[in-house]
Each structure stands twice: as C-alpha cells, then as structure tokens.
C-alpha cells in the first residue's frame, strides 16, 4: 500500500529567488498537510550525507555546494499516495523537461538548481523525515 507521508526541501535557488511562498501555495493547493517545517541550511557535510546516494555521479560535487549554499526549508508532507502525487507536483528533475504548471517548470532555474527536493519512495520517505526532523518535531 502506498503510504501518506513524503518528504521536501525547497532548495537555495528557490528560497534566494523568493519563491518559499509561491511553492507552500502550490503544496497546500494540491491537499498536501504539513507535518513538520523548518528554515534550516545544510553544512557540506549533512548535505554530502543527504545524497550519499549519489556519490558516484558527475555532478555530486556541484550538488553538495549547492545544497550547501544558502538557506532551505525543510518539510514533511502528508496526503494519500504522498510520495508519488509529490513527484507528478513537482514535475522532471529537469525544469526544460517537467509538465506545465509544475514547481519545478515554474520556479527551477536549471536541472542542478531545481527548487525542490521530493523523496522517491516511502522508505526513503522515512529515512529522509528522519534525517531533518526528531520525532517530536512532526506533527
Ligand atoms: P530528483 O531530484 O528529481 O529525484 P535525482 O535524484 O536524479 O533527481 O538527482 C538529485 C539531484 O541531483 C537533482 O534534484 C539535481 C541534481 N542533478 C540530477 N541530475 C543532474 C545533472 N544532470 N546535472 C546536475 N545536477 C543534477
Ligand atoms: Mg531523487
């Protein structure tokens, strides 16, 4: 069964372009409850440790600066069918290529600065929440 939470980040290209509240207008819209949020920034470390995944590829260098480079805001998300409604809402990694009216193809300044982070799947839902937020954080 799919589950309700997922988890997000409203990158430093958004936060500095002056989209947070364009973006939480988006994510409201759409039905999405906040669990939990916070403006935070990442050390080079935590956000090394946050794509950890992508270690191995080209551009984990130029993701971790930029992940690293200015302010964030930190979310839990709740809605049915959470981590997959938030990935159709926030359009392709690459904002050229995501749908109209997507966050990302209305605020994303390129494919490495794309304004949101979405989790892709309910483990790494969790996994993720867990990273940014204490239990008694999430509400
Ligand atoms: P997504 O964020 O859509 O899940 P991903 O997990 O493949 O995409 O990559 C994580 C982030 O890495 C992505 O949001 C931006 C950056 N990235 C991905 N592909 C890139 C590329 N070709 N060049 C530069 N940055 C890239
Ligand atoms: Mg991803």
Redesign the pocket.
Known sequence: MAGNRTFTMIKPDAVQDGHIGAILDKINAAGFRIVAMKMTKLSPEKAGEF?AV?RERP?YQ??VDFMSSGPIVAAVLEKSNAVEDFRTLIGA?DPAKAAPGTIRALYARN??E?AV??S?SDENAAIESAFHFAVTEMF
Do not use: P
């Open positions: 794509y992508h551009f130029e993701l990694t494919v490495g794309n982070h979405g892709d």
